[in-house]
């Protein structure tokens, strides 16, 4: 069974720095797209910043220039550095994995980890 993990999240005061961190429990070839996406309260889910396995990187314009998504083809693992962080990216943070089995592509999520920005 696949499994996508977070970490990292945590309380910054505005202006901080934090990164997540998100691997998946499959082989780097299997993995076609890695993201972050967040969703705050009383807000729909929204997507941050994606990878994907040509090393194409997409990133939402409220976060550009701030958020850097990378990943360690290593490590398995991607990651999010977030810097001047801001009051409004309060979230929960959700890493998601679309990763081809079997000839057949499925999404997968992590539990999500909170960031919460506060003075």
């Known amino acids: 069974q696949v499994q996508v993990v977070e970490s990292g999240g945590g309380l910054v005061q505005p202006g901080g720095s934090l990164r997540l961190s998100c691997s998946a429990s499959?082989?780097?070839?299997?993995?076609?797209?890695m993201g972050w996406y967040r969703q705050a309260p009383g807000k729909e889910r929204e997507l941050v910043a994606r990878?994907?396995?040509?090393?194409?990187?997409y990133y939402a314009d409220s976060i550009q220039g701030r958020f850097t998504i990378s990943r360690d083809n290593a490590k398995n693992t991607m990651y999010l550095q977030m810097t001047t962080l801001k009051l409004e990216d309060t979230a929960v943070y959700y890493c998601?994995?679309?990763?081809?089995?079997?000839?057949?592509?499925?999404?997968?999520w992590g539990q999500g980890t909170q960031v919460t920005v506060s003075s």
């Open positions: 998601n994995a679309v990763i081809l089995r079997t000839g057949v592509s499925r999404e997968y």
């Open positions: 990878i994907l396995n040509t090393g194409g990187i």
């Open positions: 499959v082989s780097r070839s299997d993995i076609l797209a």
